[in-house]
């Protein structure tokens, strides 16, 4: 079953993320659905804060994908961030990556990964935004899919 929270701020975007990284560990696949300015790379920012990655977490858009180490903090694990957008759903230049590489040792956040990027792992977590079109209040939508 879907859990779902409503987010007013961008810090409560990110304050989600944070949360969201306590359940993750290397391997894990999250996937993140949303029209542009839903609050992806926010959710990313709170997912690496959480995760306690090293270095500034801003969109992948141009590059399509950025590592970030994982800090000298104990449990930090490593984030692959990734902007499926420009693939334009392409799955040769998505395997291109290798990303399923990068998934025995980070965690590994797909932006506009729907429908693309579900096939790197057994089970993701798909998180889907939306943003009300009159406000910058989102809401989030989250549920692990695929096998235990």
Known sequence: MADQRTLPTVADTEALGRELAADLTAGDLVILDGPLGAGKTALTRGIAAGLRVEGRVSSPTFIIARQHRAGAHPGAVALVHVDAYRLGGDLDELDALDLDTDLEDAVVVVEWGLG????????????????AAESDVRTATWEWVGAV
């Open 116 to 131: 693309v990027a579900e096939h790197l792992a057994d089970r993701h977590l798909r998180v889907q935004l939306h943003r």
